[in-house]
Nanobody
């Protein structure tokens, strides 16, 4: 069974950067589509970015395009979310998620992922 551990959150000023990491345990972790979602206080969990197990064709929510970059290192079973030009509206708990999907296709729905990490808080001050 694959388990996910997210890290890297923190407090940053608007315009700053953070890099989140999600380490996946398990022999088959490198064959999973990996994604980041976020949930702000009082709001529903929303899609941020996802990347197929081949590392091709990443997809992003419109709200983060051009500012966030998702990548993965299958030798380390780790997926990253580089977040630049952060805005106060990016404040949320960020969750990594994983599931077996076709690499290169688009999976932005919460219900499409069975495996979830514990979440890491990102707070952007104005």
């Amino acid at each position: 069974q694959v388990q996910l551990v997210a890290s890297g959150g923190g407090l940053v000023q608007a315009g700053g950067s953070l890099r989140l990491s999600c380490a996946a345990s398990g022999r088959t972790a490198s064959s999973y589509t990996m994604a980041w979602f976020r949930q702000a206080l009082g709001k529903e969990r929303e899609f941020v970015a996802e990347i197929g197990w081949l590392g091709d064709s990443p997809h992003y929510a419109d709200s983060v395009k051009g500012r966030f970059t998702i990548s993965r290192d299958n030798t380390k079973n780790t997926v990253y979310l580089q977040m630049n030009s952060l805005k106060p509206e990016d404040t949320a708990v960020y969750y990594c998620a994983a599931d077996r999907h076709l690499s290169g296709s688009y999976y932005p729905e919460v219900r499409e992922y069975d495996l979830w990490g514990q979440g890491t808080q990102v707070t952007v001050s104005s």
